[in-house]
């Protein structure tokens, strides 16, 4: 299974970006793809979620209001919208799938199998 992450971009602070996140290979349906960042300096954290079928999206508190997380699966494709940036966005952005995730563990990085290569958000002030 390969995760191929793009959209990524230098933004001026308010603007948008949509990022996408592409599944490749023998991955099984219903799948949890989630969203994860690190900035440089800080360890890696939980952006956005979007649970198996797409039946439940879940954001971290900084998202919530900000990003939606849609999913195309016809594309196995999902979407990061991300609007009203600020420089506290600015990070390199993971795409992370796995085909077993139980919800409880939906914001924990080490319970997923498949990682893209990450794409980076630069947000200026």
């Known amino acids: 299974v390969q995760l191929q992450a793009s959209g990524g971009g230098l933004v001026q602070a308010g603007a948008s970006l949509r990022l996408s996140c592409v599944a490749s290979g023998r991955i099984s349906s219903p799948y949890t793809v989630a969203w994860f960042r690190q900035a440089p300096g800080k360890e890696r954290e939980f952006v956005a979620a979007i649970f198996r079928s797409g039946s439940s999206t879940h954001y971290s508190s900084s998202a919530k209001g900000r990003f939606t997380i849609s999913r195309d699966s016809a594309k196995n494709t999902v979407y990061p919208q991300m609007d009203s940036l600020n420089p506290e966005d600015t990070a390199v952005y993971y795409c992370?799938?796995?085909?077993?995730?139980?919800?409880?563990?939906?914001?924990?990085?080490?319970?997923?199998?498949?990682w893209g290569q990450g794409t980076q958000v630069t947000v200026s002030s």
């Open positions: 992370a799938a796995d085909c077993s995730l139980i919800l409880s563990s939906l914001r924990m990085g080490n319970q997923y199998d498949y």
